[in-house]
């Protein structure tokens, strides 16, 4: 299943979570190394985009209760659908 995330900070002074945010990357660095990071980017300011690939919403809601606890965030989360399915799907639908 995949997922783009979009992370948005608490509004606290970048300086003081400034070593919290340090680990970040080494944390979301396993999930890249594992595939279930398909891309992250860091947001201009502060934040993050992800996507996401995860075999369960329960997946999802634990990686991103762990996000929160190293930065502490309100996340826009949003369904994708791979362009092959997604082109799979629209050849059926032109079939009917």
Same mark, same amino acid.
């Given at each position: 299943m995949?997922?783009?995330?979009?992370?948005?900070?608490?509004?606290?002074r970048?300086s003081?979570v400034a070593?919290?945010?340090?680990?970040?990357?080494?944390?979301?660095?396993k999930?890249?190394?594992s595939?279930?990071?398909?891309h992250i980017?860091a947001r @201009?300011?502060?934040?993050?985009v992800a996507?996401? +690939? &995860? =075999?369960?919403n329960?997946a999802?809601h634990?990686?991103?209760n762990e996000w929160a606890?190293?930065?502490p @965030?309100?996340?826009d989360t949003y369904?994708l659908? +791979? &362009? =092959?399915?997604?082109?799979?799907?629209?050849?059926?639908?032109?079939k009917?």
């Amino acid at each position: 299943m995949l997922f783009l995330v979009v992370s948005t900070p608490r509004p606290e002074r970048a300086s003081d979570v400034a070593t919290q945010r340090q680990s970040f990357w080494p944390w979301m660095a396993k999930y890249e190394a594992s595939g279930v990071c398909r891309h992250i980017y860091a947001r @201009a300011g502060r934040g993050a985009v992800a996507v996401l +690939d &995860v =075999e369960s919403n329960e997946a999802l809601h634990r990686i991103l209760n762990e996000w929160a606890d190293i930065i502490p @965030a309100h996340f826009d989360t949003y369904p994708l659908v +791979d &362009v =092959e399915a997604a082109k799979r799907m629209l050849a059926v639908q032109a079939k009917r």
